[in-house]
């Protein structure tokens, strides 16, 4: 499986960018897809998740409220918009699969940075 992901970038605070992964395969063979973010110095964290089957969603404390993920069976694609952004908010974000199987998939990454 190969992820593909897009749409980071320079934001001032406050702002809103919408992220996206796309998959090689179809998502109905994935349990759950997310996307965690590792800013410099800390280790990688899962910002938010969703059951892919059941929509079933899960957001870090630090997400609640400013993030939404959703996804999209037609186009293979997670998706992660975020708005309120702050500075600590910064990090490069990855987008990671879980399938069926047991296999962890993860994409190379996209920098957002949040800056005035």
């Known amino acids: 499986v190969q992820l593909v992901e897009s749409g980071g970038g320079l934001v001032q605070p406050g702002g809103s960018l919408r992220l996206s992964c796309a998959a090689s395969?179809?998502?109905?063979?994935?349990?759950?897809m997310g996307w965690h973010r590792q800013a410099p110095g800390k280790e990688r964290e899962l910002v938010a998740g969703?059951?892919?089957?059941?929509?079933?969603?899960t957001y870090a404390d630090s997400a609640k409220g400013r993030f939404t993920i959703s996804r999209d069976y037609a186009k293979n694609t997670v998706y992660l918009q975020m708005n309120s952004l702050k500075p600590e908010d910064t990090a490069v974000y990855y987008c990671?699969?879980?399938?069926?199987?047991?296999?962890?998939?993860w994409g190379q990454g996209t920098q957002v940075t949040v800056s005035s």
């Open positions: 990671k699969v879980h399938s069926l199987y047991g296999y962890d998939y």
């Open positions: 395969e179809s998502t109905v063979d994935f349990y759950s």
């Open positions: 969703i059951i892919t089957r059941s929509g079933t969603t």
